[in-house]
């Protein structure tokens, strides 16, 4: 029998892409046959990495993925998530939980998406151990002052290449 291609979008601000974030992506590839990782930004807020700059960064990072068969696209979107999804035929929304708050926030979120578009299911991934302590704030504070943001970030991503 013919399968449909399993199809997830992994939409974050990614600012910047963590190690953290390359965990879920790495435990969604055994789940989905194509990933969507998809750069959520608002006009009105400056982030720390520009749109098209986290973008580069992932795809650098995936690089080694994508070179070993991975069918991952990265993109940047504006607009709500189920529209990327449907423009793009995702079924699946992948989000990574790391604390109860997390799965507060999420599940809300995972609700109100599945009201606006019913055939869309949202996957929550538990962080793993070595990894649930790191975000994208942590990152930046240690980048902003000075520290050494390495550990945090994937291994073949050197971040001063991509702050000017
Ligand atoms: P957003 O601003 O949309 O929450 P983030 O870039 O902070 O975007 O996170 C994107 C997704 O990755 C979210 O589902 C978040 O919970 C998850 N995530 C972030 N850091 C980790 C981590 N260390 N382990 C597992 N999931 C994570």
Known sequence: MA?????????GSFDPFTLGHMDVLQSAL?????????VGYNHLKRGF??????????????????????????????G??????REKGADFIVRGLRTTTDF????????????MSPGIVT????????YSFISSTVVRDVIVNGGDAAPF????IDINKYID
């Open 104 to 115: 507060e926030l999420e599940s809300v979120i995972a609700q109100a998406n599945r009201k």
């Open 49 to 78: 990495l520009s749109p098209q700059t986290r973008v580069r960064l992932i795809n650098d990072a995936v690089r080694p993925l994508v070179d070993a068969g991975a069918d991952i696209e990265v993109l940047s979107y504006t």
């Open 153 to 156: 970030l994937p291994s073949n």
């Open 123 to 130: 996957v929550f991934i538990p962080a793993s151990h070595a």
């Open 3 to 11: 399968m449909d291609k399993r199809t997830a979008i992994f939409p």
């Open 80 to 85: 709500l998530t189920v529209d990327l999804c």
């Open 30 to 38: 055994n789940l989905f046959d194509r990933i969507y990782v998809a």
